[in-house]
């Protein structure tokens, strides 16, 4: 896991990377940089739907009817387009030979070059497109490895010698929401729940420590689209065993005390 | 903008099965499900009729080819048709200044999604509220945002063309997107 003096000299290329704005090598370095973060793969993950959203935020405009003509000659093996200004071809029949050997040669180098033209053009457009291809595997081949550590720190913590769970009961605001905590001194603190309804906008989801009078931020919690968190938390420092933990609803601005409806509560062990 | 199809229409996978075989019906269906946004974003990247035709074209060409494979994990097949159109926009944006070299250059691609099906469920009252919202957005955040988005700039590439520290480039396009995400919650 990367650690905090780590994860600042990477803080806000998340947002960067989430909408393609880093260059080559500083992308290098941040997916090398996400295989240890789960931070920033968490705040990319949470920023893609709206990267790839904003595609549909453009003006809209209605594609040319010439645009639905040329798509429906895509499917007939994407001949060389023709000529649009209509010239004639000229027809008297007087022209001598040499004439006529001079439009064939001409026209054979016309129709040569116009091949060469589009083999060109259909070439770079294939090196394009294998490009692309190349950055996504490798994008893919990033997001999985992070996931697949992500995955992994999750089975540390699940297989821990020292683990306690720590069940979380539901507030009547959200009935049906259940949750439990896996704490381990030696890995990390495992917070699972599920049912809990969306935040409304400006709003997130906390957990609370409460080891003595003065509840500890456990950090805010990101939800799924099926109400679910799954989230590795670290224990407030002195804190060696569960103390009661709540999951609350606050304003989205940094702060320091619960203010906002309760959740989910556990007692802890002590 | 995708069209709401009824439930006995083919799937978009569907189509784009058949239009890779040659079957031009499907072609036709694709582009009138699609073409639409397609060319609104083509249009929006490039300002000009005639290159964003030639983008679309070209998607589809490439599509038909083969040089483009959809997968599912990439999200709906029209946020795919969309990231394409996206990056060959922005390529037509290089090649017209000649900068396709330049290593400083953005590299343009989005990550790919894992959650794909939150790419799916972009309703038009959320799509609407994204465009207000880009509207509303100070003058800064949107033009720093959209030129990292639509014109594949780099921060570097933004903070000289604006004149502001790299520093406050990446701070105010880490803003901006907070601002939208806040459509999604």
Known sequence: ?270 | MAVDTPSSAPSDGNLLDRFIKGDGRAAIELYERHGDILFSLAFHIVSDRSDAMDIVEGVFRQVRTGSYRYETSLGSVENWLLQITRLRAINCLRKRSDSTQDSELATGHLPQPTQHKELNACSKAEVSKLRNLLIAMPTLQRVALELAYFEGFSVRQISERLEHPIETIKETIHEALLTLHSTRR
């Open chain 1, 1 to 270: 896991m990367a650690t905090d003096l780590d994860h600042k000299a990477f803080d806000r290329l998340a947002s960067l990377y989430a909408v393609g704005a880093l260059n080559t090598s500083d992308r290098t370095r941040f997916e090398n940089h996400l295989e240890l973060c789960h931070q920033c793969v968490n705040t990319v993950l949470s920023l893609l739907p709206i990267a790839h959203a904003l595609t549909r935020a453009v003006p809209y405009s209605d594609g040319p009817a010439e645009l639905r003509t040329r798509i429906c000659k895509t499917d007939t093996s994407s001949p060389p387009k023709q000529d649009s200004h209509g010239k004639e071809v000229p027809s008297r029949i007087t022209f001598n030979v040499a004439a006529t050997v001079c439009l064939l040669v001409a026209g054979s180098l016309g129709w040569y070059a116009s091949q060469q033209h589009n083999m060109a053009r259909l070439l770079e457009e294939n090196l394009d497109a294998a490009n692309d291809r190349a950055v996504i595997a490798e994008i893919q081949a990033a997001v999985a490895l992070a996931a697949q550590q992500e995955a992994n720190q999750h089975t540390e913590i699940l297989t821990a010698q020292d683990l306690i769970m720590v069940d979380l009961s539901s507030y009547p605001l959200a009935p049906s929401a259940r949750g439990r905590v896996y704490w381990s001194n030696e890995q990390d603190i495992l917070l699972t729940a599920s049912g809990l309804p969306p935040a409304p906008v400006g709003r997130t989801y906390y957990l609370w420590f409460v080891p003595a009078s003065d509840p500890v931020s456990g950090g805010p919690l990101t939800l799924d689209n099926e109400g679910r968190i799954t989230a590795v938390v670290t224990a407030p420092a002195g804190v060696s065993a569960p103390v009661p933990m709540a999951v609350t609803l606050e304003p989205d601005n940094d702060i320091t005390a619960p203010s906002g409806e309760a959740y989910l509560f556990g007692r802890g062990t002590n």
